[in-house]
T-cell receptor
Framework: SQKIEQNSEALNIQEGKTATLTCNYTNYSPAYLQWYRQDPGRGPVFLLLIRENEKEKRKERLKVTFDTTLKQSLFHITASQPADSATYLCALAGGSGGYNKLIFGAGTRLAVHP | NAGVTQTPKFQVLKTGQSMTLQCAQDMNHEYMSWYRQDPGMGLRLIHYSVGAGITDQGEVPNGYNVSRSTTEDFPLRLLSAAPSQTSVYFC???????????????FGSGTRLTVV
């Protein structure tokens, strides 16, 4: 079955450093991969999308890479701030699953310390 | 715009009771979905709809019904609540395929359901 894995352990980093989160998947050939941010008690908020034919995407302090050979995406937050503390979810769609059916990972909690 | 509105925010049910979780969006989005979120398991798709009158099952549909009589509303019905349905439920919407691919889903703030 399709499976998405994200680090279950929280990632703790110092303010100003770069945070790197990992998303690995198996038994799936997605057309694109999305990253969402979720704060406690709230719904996920869309951040970035990267397509299967793209290697890297940037948006302000965010950078996403997508390696379809390794079946892995890396999500980077540069110059991290305490306000970046949240849970980050990756989601896959497309391919045999259809574009309207997002499959989510369990998320990685990021804590940025002053 | 209000975005995606879910009601109620909290609910406690007894085993065997039925109820409807409401979801409404005012963005004229065609795609709507229901997810449940449990600790350590991520968001799992329950049911989804690509337009009024069209619904389909997701990954975990058992015990839930949906209907889509209008573009705006997509209620989720629990037929006979069970403790295994204790979860946080999220409704999400998107304009369509191209919008979804570029802007993702817009999520509601969730309904926290406890079945005792």
């Amino acid at each position: 079955s399709q499976k998405i894995e994200q680090n279950s352990e929280a990632l703790n980093i110092q303010e100003g450093k770069t945070a790197t989160l990992t998303c690995n998947y198996t038994n799936y050939s997605p057309a694109y991969l999305q990253w969402y941010r979720q704060d406690p008690g709230r719904g996920p908020v869309f951040l970035l999308l990267i397509r299967e034919n793209e290697k890297e995407k940037r948006k302000e302090r965010l950078k996403v890479t997508f390696d379809t050979t390794l079946k892995q995406s890396l999500f980077h937050i540069t110059a991290s701030q305490p306000a970046d503390s949240a849970t980050y979810l990756c989601a896959l769609a497309g391919g045999s699953g259809g574009y309207n059916k997002l499959i989510f990972g369990a998320g990685t909690r990021l804590a940025v310390h002053p | 715009n209000a975005g995606v509105t879910q009601t109620p925010k909290f609910q406690v049910l007894k085993t065997g009771q039925s109820m409807t979780l409401q979801c409404a969006q005012d963005m004229n989005h065609e795609y709507m979905s229901w997810y449940r979120q449990d600790p350590g398991m991520g968001l799992r798709l329950i049911h989804y709809s690509v337009g009024a009158g069209i619904t389909d099952q997701g990954e975990v549909p058992n015990g839930y019904n949906v209907s889509r009589s209008t573009t705006e509303d997509f209620p989720l019905r629990l037929l006979s609540a069970a403790p295994s349905q204790t979860s946080v439920y999220f409704c999400a919407s998107s304009l369509g395929d191209s919008w979804l691919a570029n802007y993702g889903y817009t999520f509601g703030s969730g309904t926290r359901l406890t079945v005792v």
